[in-house]
């Protein structure tokens, strides 16, 4: 009797221990009989399809199926009950379930079979997969993003496996290399490469696997790379280290740089040219003015003995031409000068230093202090910063256009000259770099002016727009201009005829070393 009771006992604990796991599971149980009409449904199928659970025992499970499973389930089950084959059975499938809302969703079915005492039931076991659709909806729609940029790459894309097999090529890289992507696919990559690399490269490969020293992977450089007809051409490859589930791949990306390399060629012996014509220029002007100066100081010498001993033996015609000749000659000297100091702003450069403007300046009026005094000039000025520059430059820059204020005033009218500056910067970065900081001097007089449909003609060298009216050699605007483009700027200026004129420097703060 005790047995009895003890396995009573055991069986009632075995179907609560059972009813507890059914009515806790995280997938949807729902069994049925024979006919097809649900006799249970624990709280996660009822959630499932969006019913409470009575509302569904009792009734034919088809209403939870969308059509045409709907109208064929009983035929389903008659034809299993008479022929023991079923669809689903025994096996599992993805199917539709239908919600009470009426939207369909997609789950995983498994139906076993339980023959009890009296009578056959199925279990259903539904797992809800609409989460796990929608991460592979996602994924091949992530994937299909990726392969269309892949495919429309302009630069070329390859994957190759441990033992530089290729096994995807793009379009771009397939052109690229003049090839079809069949022709490639499956072969080893350093066909693409020309000597000695194509002999090297699966040491290259063993030498990285054996030691993890990289050589491309990760840094990328320039390499060389043969197209299907031979030619060897200039590429950029950048590699990267792939790890997949099982295995790993490397990818390259290939990017032609012929066009880059050859316009690189052509602007450094663009560049070699140029310094080479700028070099004899500076040469033939340097060595001409110095061969220039043995004759001139021939017929000053002479002239000033024939003006000292012969003088008064000329006649008035006589002297006059002595005159002339001597002054001639005294232009020819400024104008020899002159041309030395446009040729040493670039052949002479020194290093650039600190240059403070505001002590630049005041030299410059110290040493015009004469010609100041004698015109009456009055000067304003605010405070000038420091700059990197060249120190004697940036004095031949203010002595340049301070004098010509001073030199171009009108008649009866004291010369009035303001120099003024302020720092720019034109475009706007968290660390400026070089060239980005400007300070921007502005030089103004009331002197004549000038028409500026002549802007252009004033800085070339040998221009003068006033003839002989006053003295000097058309080159010092020249030379501020030459000063001003080494020191990483420009000069401009704006003026009105009778008016006067505004000379406008830009300078940059800081220089590349």
């Known amino acids: 009797m005790e047995e009895k009771n003890q396995l009573n006992k055991e069986n009632i604990e075995s179907r609560t221990r059972l009813k507890a796991i059914i009515e806790t599971a ?102 809800d997969i ?29 994957t190759i496996d441990t033992r530089g097999v290729i096994e995807m090529v793009n379009p771009a890289a397939a052109r690229l290399f003049q090839y079809e992507e069949r022709e490639l696919i499956g072969q080893k990559i350093n066909m693409l490469m020309p000597e000695p690399d194509r002999s090297l490269h699966d040491n290259y490969m063993q030498h990285y696997h054996e030691t993890g020293e990289k050589r491309i992977i990760g840094i990328g450089r320039e390499v060389s790379g043969l197209k299907k007809n031979g030619m060897v051409f ?10 997949l589930t099982d295995r790993k791949v490397y990818t390259g990306f290939v990017h032609d740089i012929t066009q880059q390399k050859l316009s690189e060629e052509r602007l450094r012996r663009y560049a070699a040219e140029l310094e080479r014509s700028n070099r004899e220029l500076q040469d033939f002007a340097y060595v001409s003015s110095h061969d220039l100066q043995e004759p001139l100081r021939k017929i000053q010498a002479f002239g000033d003995r024939l003006k000292t001993k012969e003088y008064e033996k000329l006649s008035d015609q006589g002297k006059d031409y002595v005159d002339r000749m001597l002054n001639a000659a005294s232009r020819m000297q400024n104008l020899i000068n002159d041309l030395l100091d446009f040729s040493r702003v670039t052949s002479r450069a020194k290093p650039y230093v600190v240059v403070d403007l505001e002590k630049v300046l005041e030299e410059v009026l110290s040493d015009l202090e004469i010609v100041i005094e004698k015109t009456g000039a009055r000067i304003t000025r605010t405070h000038l910063p420091a700059i990197e520059g060249d120190p ?23 010369p009035e000259i303001s120099v003024t500056a302020r720092e720019l910067q034109p475009k706007a970065h968290l660390t400026a770099t070089p060239g980005d900081e400007l300070v921007e001097i502005r030089i103004q007089d009331n002197g004549i002016g000038f028409d500026e449909k002549y802007l252009d003609r004033i800085f070339n060298i040998f221009q003068r727009l006033e003839g002989q009216k006053y003295e000097g050699s058309g080159i010092g605007l020249a030379i501020c201009r030459k000063i001003a483009v080494r020191h990483g700027g420009e000069i401009t200026a704006h003026s009105q005829a009778g008016v006067g004129t505004t000379f406008i420097i830009t300078l940059a703060k800081k220089h590349v070393q």
Request: no cysteine.
């Open 26 to 127: 995280v997938d949807g149980i729902i069994t049925i009989d024979g006919r097809g009409i649900m006799e249970s449904a624990n709280p996660a199928a009822a959630r499932i399809f969006g019913y409470e659970p009575e509302e569904m025992i009792g009734q034919n499970v088809s209403m939870l199926m969308p059509e045409p499973d709907h109208s064929l389930h009983d035929g389903y089950i008659a034809r299993y009950i008479k022929t023991g084959v079923g669809q689903i059975i025994g096996k599992g499938r993805e199917v539709l379930g239908k919600k009470k809302t009426g939207k369909l969703f997609p789950f995983f079915l498994s139906i076993a079979e339980v023959k009890l005492e009296d009578k056959t039931i199925f279990t259903g076991l539904v797992h």
């Open 130 to 158: 609409t989460d796990l659709k929608k991460t592979e909806e996602r994924l091949r729609e992530s994937e299909n993003r990726i392969n269309s940029i892949i495919q429309t790459a302009v630069d070329g894309i390859i």
């Open 234 to 243: 200039p590429l950029y490859l950048s590699i990267s280290e792939i790890y």
């Open 392 to 414: 004697t430059q940036m004095r031949q820059l203010f002595q340049n256009l301070i004098s010509n204020a001073i030199k171009f005033s009108k008649e009866g009218v004291t």
